[in-house]
């Protein structure tokens, strides 16, 4: 699953997540999505997602790779995050165009409806439009400057 051996390998060791049980409805009203666009994770996919979340300090699910972003929003976000000085040995991507249970997954998981996604220790802080606002403000800098996930300057 998602293309990563790790990540598939480990599916099955990690338990369902705690995140509390919402139900079908619940879902809809706060998404406002139709009956036929709602569907739960399986507990497979919710632990999967989990130990991709947990994989690295900084997580971008994204459409391409960071060297081959395939749409202008994930292209934008791994500029942010090069701008802010993000430590490559703390990063990493994961290409949801790779698995469709992913890319429909991530979705559910954050319940937010767009990719790009970046989790920061974590937690999730939002998408491309989230980002860039973040980044314009100074909030991104904190934040990432608080975990020590950027590169320190030498000297």
């Known amino acids: 699953m998602f293309g990563r051996t790790a990540i598939s390998s480990t599916c099955r060791q990690v338990s369902q997540s705690s995140r509390p ?7 809809s009203q706060s998404l406002q999505l139709t ?8 507990s497979e996919t919710r632990a999967a997602i989990d130990k991709a979340v947990a994989s690295a300090p900084v997580v971008l699910f994204m459409k391409g790779t960071p060297e081959t972003p395939q749409c202008g929003f994930s292209r934008a976000s791994i500029q942010i995050l090069g701008m802010q000085g993000v430590d490559p040995k703390k990063f990493t991507a994961f290409n949801v165009l790779e698995d469709e249970e992913l890319r429909q997954g991530i979705k559910e ?11 920061v220790d974590k937690e999730f802080v939002g998408g491309c439009d989230i980002l860039a606002s973040m980044h314009q403000n100074g909030e991104l800098a904190k934040i990432l400057e608080e975990k020590r996930v950027v590169v320190e300057p030498e000297g």
């Open 109 to 119: 998981y954050s319940e937010w409806p767009t990719i790009p996604q970046l989790y």
């Open 21 to 27: 049980f919402v139900s079908r409805y619940a879902i």
């Open 35 to 42: 009956p036929h666009q709602i569907r739960l994770l399986s």
